[in-house]
């Protein structure tokens, strides 16, 4: 009893470090475009399927799929970029409806999103492929319990794309711009920041970590589907609001709440209720407390 | 026709009613992610009440659209509050949270020695009121463009009324529109109830069409197209949302040019079309310069 509940717990833990970092990719595009970026899991899932495509064609070893998950990520979310919200930020700093060009970026990133889609199933038709697995042993025991590799590997990787995230935008020079464009774009304008490039920038270091993100993921399940675009966008965004909006911390402790929360729910009422509870969550927190568990500064 | 072209026909219809209900809600300015959930109240309720419970399809369309204006209402409550994108999120999880429940929606009785009614992920079966009562395919279409052109002709009329102008004004800009002393908690909550019937009569009349539901048909896929089609058509007039539809269904599905690559032409095409026309293609400004000199409306 103790036991599985520590058990699903530790589970819950390996799932929600994937979970953080897409959710740390998908609060930084956040922050810098304040619109949710649709097509932010296709263009991860494009890059898990060129990833896939190589690895059918020739044995390639993890890491190196790693760079081609995360590099085939940070074109695609560039495509994306250019096409669905570079042309709205000119349109946004103008007059206009309040509101009106958000909605079309947010429309067009969905338009983009279909487009991945598409792209990625002309390329590999079938509905499932094999991904290789991150480890292949056995899970170690301790005591009661068994810990599957996945987990403290993915807990390592997770901490490392916080600390680089935090490093680069709190200590670097280029972090600084990009705060600033976050803050006050308009001023950040003024004070000689080329706005446009900065976001151009900022939007590749978040396809990057969510690259990372997706590779977690697909080599954990040990599968890719083109399901992984809807799955990885629905994911960062739950766990980003879960963890409050536009904030870090926030973000890693909103996807461990998730896959705990997950893994628990899946335990005690089965597949259906741990979508449902994960639902049910965003929901309650967005209508009682609209902010989601760290409220921002 | 031949049964190709009524197949068509038909669907551009039913996706019109859940682009409309994505339509009246941008005007107010707001964007939800789930609509397709009210759509999917229509089409259950519609469902169990002819297939399992022999109503006629008529009552069974009010009931369906009562439910699904009462379900938008219960989920405008708890979330009109919250601002733009929370409020699409929020909409998007009741949306889920609605697909989910029809996963786990088992309900059967015997009716004719058969059991009919919702089984879970199976999905829905038999929802053969159209066929029973000796209805073609042509009749039915007939049907739907009917309740179709009084819906959209209800909606035009609106658009000229005193209501129509405060829909807009608090679709542009709310907080003007509370200073001049328009009630804006009361006028979305009507709207969002609104749109939620409207969906659910699409979804009551897409159940008897196909006369088989499945959870998955109302997926967040469903919805984000229905927002596509409203955006793209224009946000000027209630013509607009048809004219999306019919691009996308008419154009590019039905004349199958593009068979294979549809979604890459359809997202490219609306991809670019919003840079250039962000309100889409009947925006108001169109719709306002035909208006005043063709028409001789004013």
Known sequence: MLADLAQNTLDGLGAGASYAVLALGFTLVFGVLRLANLAYGPAIMLGAYAA???SLHAPVPLLALAAIT????????AYVE?????????????SGPAGAAAMAAMVASFAVWMQLEEAATLALPRHLYAFPPLTTGPPLSLGPLALRMETPIGLGVAAAVCAALWWMLYRARFGLAVRAVIERPAAAGLSGIDVSRVSAAAFAVASSVGGVGGFLVAATHGQVTPHLGMWTTLKGMLAMMIGGLGSLPGAVAGGMVLGVLESHSQWYLGPQARDLTAYLLLFALLAWRSRGLARRG | MDGYTVGVLTNIGLFSFLALSAYVLLVAGELSFGQQAFFGVGAYTAGVATAMFGWPLAAATAAAMALGGLAALLVGLSTLRLRGLYFAMATLAAAEMARILFELLRWQREVNGERVGPDGAQGFRGIRWVFEHGMEAGGFLALIYGVLSVLVTALLVLERSRLGATL?????????????????????LGVVSAAGAVAALGGALYAHHNTYVEPRNFDIMLGVHALAYALVGGLGTALGPLLGVALDVGVLEGSQVFAGYRMIVFGGVVALLLVVRPRGLLDEQIV??????GWGLR
């Open chain 1, 52 to 54: 896939t495509w190589v």
């Open chain 1, 70 to 77: 995360v590099a085939g990520s940070v074109a695609a979310g």
């Open chain 1, 82 to 94: 250019r096409v669905c919200f570079a042309p709205h930020r000119r349109a946004r700093a103008g």
């Open chain 2, 168 to 188: 807009r004004a608090v679709g542009l800009d709310p907080e003007q529109a509370a200073a001049v002393g328009i009630d804006i908690h009361r006028i979305k």
């Open chain 2, 288 to 293: 306002n310069a035909l208006t005043r000199r």
